[in-house]
C-alpha cells in the first residue's frame, strides 16, 4: 500500500490561511494524477483540487475556485494545495491523493477512485 504523507493542518481564523504539502514516495513514477479531497463528519468525500503531473493540467471543484492553488515540486516528489480566504465550512480533514491516469480523464473529472492516499491531516476554521 503506497503512503503519502500529509501535513500543514491547523486551526485558523475565517479568512486566513494555510498551506498543505504532501510527500509522495519517490517510486511511484508516470502518468499521474495528484490532487486532494476533504471530509467533514457525516458529509462525503469531496475532491477539491487536481493535478495531471504529465501535463501540469490542474482541476478545481467550485467550492474552491479562486481561493485555493495546488501546485507541485517533482524535484522534492511534494504536493502542495495554498488556501487562502478560508471559511468555517472548509473544516473538515485534508487527503492527499493519488493515482495513475494515462489520459488524464480521471484528473479533469476529480477522480480518486481506485487510487491511494494518506492518513489526512486537519483543518479547523473559525468565525
Known amino acids: 500500500q503506497v503512503q503519502l504523507a500529509e501535513s500543514g493542518g491547523g486551526s485558523v481564523r475565517a479568512g486566513g490561511s494555510l498551506r498543505l504539502s504532501c510527500v509522495a514516495p519517490?517510486?511511484?513514477?508516470?502518468?499521474?494524477?495528484m490532487g486532494w479531497f476533504r471530509q467533514a463528519p457525516g458529509q462525503e468525500r469531496e475532491v477539491i483540487a487536481s493535478?495531471?503531473?504529465?501535463?501540469?493540467?490542474?482541476t478545481y471543484t467550485d467550492s474552491v475556485k479562486g481561493r485555493f492553488t495546488i501546485s507541485q515540486d517533482n524535484a522534492e516528489n511534494t504536493l502542495y494545495l495554498q488556501m487562502n480566504g478560508l471559511k468555517p465550512e472548509d473544516t473538515a480533514m485534508y487527503y492527499c491523493?493519488?493515482?495513475?491516469?494515462?489520459?488524464?480523464?480521471?484528473?479533469?473529472?476529480?477522480?480518486?477512485?481506485?487510487?491511494?492516499w494518506g492518513r489526512g491531516t486537519q483543518v479547523t476554521v473559525f468565525s
Open positions: 491523493a493519488a493515482r495513475y491516469d494515462h489520459t488524464g480523464a480521471y484528473c479533469s473529472a476529480l477522480r480518486f477512485d481506485d487510487g491511494f
Open positions: 519517490g517510486y511511484i513514477v508516470g502518468r499521474l494524477c
Open positions: 493535478i495531471y503531473t504529465n501535463t501540469g493540467s490542474i
